[in-house]
């Protein structure tokens, strides 16, 4: 029986996180750019583990952006992981979208919202959608496991098919808790 290069990380992981890989491993993403986040570290180890999937950390997030459009006019899917902390570093460079057109598809897992421990990730987790959308980029939002991978296969569509600008919120609920830990 043959396993897919991701199948080693799946263990442990929920399923709507794998339901996730899936769709973005079967749309034919060729890059995932990252700034590190345990929302999105499913998706990180399995993009690692995948020979055909190029993963690109990042030092901040507007970078994977203009990664993404580079992709495009190479011929390649790029999906950009981000916190919604990051949308904010990205509204400048989300200009460079409308200006020449590119699709573009970024999930971000929310903080701000849900069992919250840290002040300073409010305000932007209550403006990330707004902000978004003020970018033209059409928002989804994913609050339930259920619906992981219809929502998030509905965005891969509509931004690769239909070259739209579509970001997927996780929602922290979603995510679970985070917990505050001192070493």
């Known amino acids: 029986m043959s396993h897919s290069p991701a199948s080693a990380s799946d263990a442990g992981a929920p399923a709507w996180q794998q339901a996730v890989f899936r769709v973005l491993k079967e749309g034919g993403t060729n890059q995932i750019a990252y700034v590190p986040d345990a929302g999105h570290s499913h998706v990180i180890r399995s993009a690692i583990a995948d020979p055909e999937i190029e993963d690109i950390v990042l030092t901040t997030e507007e970078e994977g952006v ?35 057109d590119f699709p573009f598809f970024t999930l971000v897992t929310m903080r701000g919202e849900y069992a919250e421990f840290n002040p300073w990730q409010n305000s932007m987790g209550r403006a990330t959608q707004a902000a978004l959308e003020l970018m033209g980029i059409h928002v989804l939002r994913v609050e339930h496991a259920d619906e992981a991978a219809e929502i998030v296969g509905a965005g891969f569509d509509a931004a690769f098919a239909a070259g739209d600008k579509v970001a997927v919120l996780l929602g922290q609920s979603l995510i679970g808790r985070k917990k505050w830990e001192r070493n």
């Not at 904010?88 to 460079?96: A, R, Y």
């Open 66 to 100: 203009a990664l993404a459009c580079g992709a495009w006019l190479g011929g390649q899917r790029a999906v950009l992981l981000m916190q919604s902390s990051g949308v904010g570093n990205c509204v400048n460079m989300f200009s460079l979208l409308q200006a020449a």
